[in-house]
């Protein structure tokens, strides 16, 4: 049956409409946004980097969202360094810190790639068992710029 069909004959059989309710958001600040990025980069696998030599990949954020850790970085164009290289760094300039992402969603502008990065890769699909790195990098780390 195709995905038509059954989509119809749901419709067809509900009585009754749901409406759709505005949600409303309430926006998360902090009053120590590096600190809460920096905690939330860690509770991601994230780390704070002391320079950028120990990495082999160096990307500049546009900026970074103290509510989970994410740094996004846009105008790409190499794009193999988000999931070829081991070990990722990316400058983050900590007047760049937006605190949620509502606020975040409202700059990201997308010219050709973005990305949001707030970790190593992780995934769990592979015979339930955690493996780090297999769709990137095995290692994350933001140096920040002054």
Same mark, same amino acid.
Do not use: W
């Given at each position: 049956?195709?995905?038509?069909? $059954? =989509?119809?004959?749901?419709? !067809?059989?509900? !009585? ?5 309710? @505005?949600?409303? %958001? ?7 946004? !590096? @600190? +809460?990025?920096?905690? @939330? ?7 704070? +980097?002391?320079?950028? &030599? ?10 970074? $969202?103290?509510? &989970?850790?994410?740094?996004?970085? &846009?105008?790409?164009?190499?794009? !193999?360094?988000? /999931?070829? %290289? ?13 605190? &949620?992402? %509502? ?13 949001? =990065?707030?970790?190593? /890769?992780?995934?769990?699909? $592979? ?20």
């Amino acid at each position: 049956m195709s995905r038509f069909k $059954i =989509l119809h004959s749901i419709k !067809k059989h509900i !009585k009754t409409k749901v409406e759709r309710k @505005n949600l409303l %958001y309430e926006k998360i600040s902090f009053k120590d946004k !590096k @600190n +809460a990025f920096i905690e @939330n980069l860690k509770k991601a696998g994230g780390e704070v +980097a002391d320079s950028t &030599n120990d990495y082999e990949v160096v990307l500049k954020a546009e900026f970074g $969202i103290c509510e &989970n850790g994410a740094c996004f970085v &846009n105008k790409y164009d190499k794009r !193999k360094d988000f /999931s070829f %290289y081991e070990s990722i760094v990316i400058e983050l300039d900590e007047k760049d810190l937006v605190e &949620n992402m %509502y606020e975040a969603m409202k700059r990201v502008k997308i010219d050709d790639f973005g990305i949001f =990065l707030s970790g190593p /890769s992780k995934t769990a699909d $592979i015979e339930q068992s955690l493996v780090i790195g297999a769709h990137g990098a095995k290692r994350l780390g933001v140096y920040f710029i002054y």
